[in-house]
């Protein structure tokens, strides 16, 4: 019996019915282009054996010129249909349906032959496209058609044609992108005729028996996007015209309001599809930032949508279903919508993969076998490197005794889920909790290991983190110098006035902190809505409310600082990084790079400069400037003779992030 009864009702679908009513929804992985299939289809199988229904896959290209970039996978010609049967038998086989997203770049595509509707630049791609001429514009459909034709001769279930987040179809529609004077511009009959050909065609391609899924933007979120009527009057059109079923896109790629980063609340969107409800007859799939069963089941049994779409949860944890299903939600690994081992993989040409779940895409390589031999393993620490490190070698059978310093686990996660918009590392350090309960690992809470502890196991792992490092300025023990944990950990009092010393991910994430009052938008959807300027689609094209964003200014003057010349929050994630520049600077959060540190001084921070000393007046001076590793037990245990495996921070503390400290302890312990 499952606590979730709305998500695991059946549903009819037309050419099939689901067990369940959750999608995964589509992501690129990059392992499409690897041509490595059998690696592509164990990434799929693995989900479709944990009970995943109904997968749509990363967008598949119709044609060169519709390609995100040159050389992304796609089924543009008939040698592209045999490899995609490997990965649609593998998940056959294990149960499950299969679609083939079609996704057509339009501007957004990065190679010079790029084509639109009209030749007007994306603000984030390199090159202005083609106008198409009325056989361009036939090219572009026949080419769908014919790649989801191909999708059903490799075994595909069906396809999901992409007609939102600002891509071709989408950038037919608005007027943003659709200058057009002919018969496929102008008034939205003109508009949407591509889009309403493409489905029409595409559904002759496949045939009755086959699922066509259409993506629509419900909210494009820039200027000159559709009007709600627009969508509404699309969504029974495209019905009409031969979809089964309608998955919600919500925001362009370039708007400049975040739609699924961390500080975004769970399911802010959802009501956009609800709007939509009832008025089309065809099931409805709500998506963006719906990471729990709990959120799923909520927003069904609310009728906000017939069905949820979920992908990086699916990256976070394969058995995302099945334990849902068997009441183990407790146990389900979250994902914590940071972005920073998916989408920002994807813009660094990485293969996508998973923060909390490095084994993502990665199944083959990390496969997890049961461990030869049962070991005795201690390790010390229990932030994310060691709680990694301790669940994949307990999970492989050894016997784990898991120390850690503080009365708590989680590390440094216990500072980061301190900071507005990053309350989802909360439900991560909760999950460990209920995952070490589950392995039986002995966890000796308040206990800082000593060698003596760690010499007698077979094998000994040090994950005992970093240690905040000196800036070496002159007045840094004067009394209103504080470090990061000294204000997150120990509640110590800031004043009104803040120079942080370093403007890297903690500088950002303690300006954040800083300059923030109130309740956290992230947990409160109407009042991020009113921060973000999001309105209803109904009141304003797009569901943009002219102005932008407009947070409440900071309480505090803050100056955040660097020595680099750089533009300050450089390092930080390519998808997120942007949101917390434009939400300081919002509030009034002065930045400071190219700065020359003279001292501290009971008036504030005193800086070097051409024409002088210049102080940057402070009650309180931050000090956020890097990390050095925690090894102190080193010397002692290598005196014992025994060599232990460092990990994390322990090992390295520059760039050291938690993506790094968890991919370590996995990779450490399934190899012990
Ligand atoms: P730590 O997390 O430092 O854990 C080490 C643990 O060892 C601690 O619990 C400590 O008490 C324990 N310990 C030390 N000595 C002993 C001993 N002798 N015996 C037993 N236990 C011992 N990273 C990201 O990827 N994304 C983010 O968004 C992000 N945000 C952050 C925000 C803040 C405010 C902070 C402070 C950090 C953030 N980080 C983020 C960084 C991330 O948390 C760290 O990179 C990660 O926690 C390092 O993991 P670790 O296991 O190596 O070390
Ligand atoms: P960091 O990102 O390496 O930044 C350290 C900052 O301190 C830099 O701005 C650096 O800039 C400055 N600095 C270094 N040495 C200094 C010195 N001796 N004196 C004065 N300033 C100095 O480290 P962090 O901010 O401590 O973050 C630690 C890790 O946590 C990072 O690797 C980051 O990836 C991770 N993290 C990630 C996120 C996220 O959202 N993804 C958030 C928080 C933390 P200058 O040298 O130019 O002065
Ligand atoms: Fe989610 Fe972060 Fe993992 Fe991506 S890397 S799936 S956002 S937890």
């Not at 099939?16 to 990059?30: D, E, K, Q, W, Y």
């Not at 057509?104 to 010079?112: E, I, K, M, N, W």
């Not at 120990?490 to 309740?519: C, K, N, T, Y």
Request: proline share 8%; aromatic share 4%; with cysteine.
């Amino acid at each position: 019996m499952t606590g979730y009864p709305h998500l695991f009702r059946p549903i009819d679908l037309g050419p099939f019915a689901l067990p369940n009513r959750i999608v995964m929804g589509s992501m690129h992985t990059g392992l499409e282009e690897t041509g490595d299939c059998p690696r592509l289809a164990a990434f799929y199988a693995e989900r479709a054996r944990a009970g995943c229904a109904l997968i749509v896959t990363g967008g598949l290209a119709p044609n060169l010129e519709g390609a995100v970039l040159p050389g992304a996978a796609g089924l543009a010609t008939d040698a592209d249909i045999a490899p995609h049967r490997t990965v649609t038998e593998a998940v056959h086989a294990a149960g499950a349906r299969i679609v083939a997203q079609i996704l057509h770049a339009g501007r957004y595509a990065l190679g010079p032959d790029c084509v639109a509707p009209s030749a007007v630049k994306a603000p984030i791609a390199p090159h202005t496209p083609i106008a198409l001429d009325a056989a361009g514009i036939e090219k572009q459909i026949a080419d769908i058609a014919a790649a989801a034709a191909r999708a059903r001769a490799a075994g595909y279930d069906g396809v999901e044609i992409m007609g939102s987040e600002g891509y071709l179809l989408n950038q037919f529609l608005a007027p943003r992108t659709n200058r057009r004077t002919d018969a496929w511009g102008g008034p939205w009959e003109n508009r949407a005729r591509l889009p309403l050909e493409v489905v029409r065609r595409t559904r002759e391609a496949i045939g009755q028996d086959a699922l066509l899924i259409y993506r629509i933007s419900l909210l494009d979120l820039v200027e000159g996007g559709q009007t709600w009527d627009e969508c509404v009057r699309l969504a029974r059109a495209v019905a009409e015209a031969g979809a089964d079923v309608l998955t919600t896109g919500i925001g362009w790629h370039e708007a400049r309001v975040p739609t699924i980063a961390t500080s975004v609340p769970r399911a802010a969107f959802a009501w956009v599809t609800k709007k939509l409800m009832g008025a089309v007859n065809v099931p409805l799939v709500a998506s963006n930032r719906i990471n729990t069963p709990e959120t799923a089941e909520r927003l069904l049994a609310t009728g906000h949508a017939d069905l949820v779409s979920m992908a990086r949860p699916f990256l976070a944890d394969a058995a995302f279903v099945e334990k849902a299903r068997t009441g183990r939600a407790h146990l389900i690994a979250p994902c914590i919508a940071c972005n920073q081992a998916c989408l920002d993989h994807t813009f660094e040409l990485k293969v996508a993969t998973c923060l909390v779940n490095p084994r993502a895409s990665h199944e083959t390589e990390i496969p997890l076998d049961p461990a030869p031999n049962r070991r005795r393993i201690a390790i010390a620490g229990a932030g994310p490197a060691g709680l990694a490190a301790a669940l994949t070698a307990a999970g492989r059978g050894h016997a784990v005794t898991l120390f850690e310093a503080a009365g708590e686990i989680g590390g440094q996660l216990r500072m980061a889920r301190r900071i507005p918009g990053k309350e989802e590392f909360i439900g991560l350090v909760d999950y460990y909790k209920a995952a070490l309960a589950e392995a039986r690992i002995e966890l000796r809470l308040n206990h800082a290991a000593t060698p003596e502890d760690l010499a007698p196991y077979d094998e000994i792992v040090l994950a005992t983190g970093v240690t905040p490092r000196c800036a070496g300025l002159a007045g840094e023990d004067l009394p209103h110098v504080r470090t990061y944990p000294d204000i997150l950990l120990r509640d110590a009092p800031v004043g009104d006035r803040v120079a942080i010393v370093g403007a890297g991910g903690i500088g950002f994430d303690m300006a954040e902190f800083l300059s923030h009052q109130g309740p956290s938008p992230t947990l409160d959807p109407a009042l991020w809505r009113h921060e973000w300027g999001v309105t209803d689609p109904a009141d304003a094209p797009g569901g943009l409310r002219p102005g932008g964003p407009c947070p409440p200014p900071s309480p505090r003057a803050i100056t955040l600082l660097q020595r680099k010349p750089s533009r300050p929050g450089r390092s930080l994630g390519r998808t997120t990084g942007w949101i917390k520049r434009l939400t300081l600077a919002a509030r009034g959060v002065a930045f400071r790079p190219a700065a020359a540190y003279a001292a501290i001084t009971p008036e504030g921070l005193e800086l070097a400069t051409d024409a002088g000393p210049e102080l940057v007046p402070a009650d309180t001076v931050l000090i956020c400037a890097g990390q050095e590793p925690n090894r102190t037990l080193l010397p002692a245990l290598e005196a014992l003779g025994r060599t232990p495996h460092l990990i994390g921070g322990a090992d390295v503390a520059a760039e050291l992030d938690a993506k790094r400290a968890i991919d370590q302890g996995t990779r450490l312990a399934a190899r012990l």
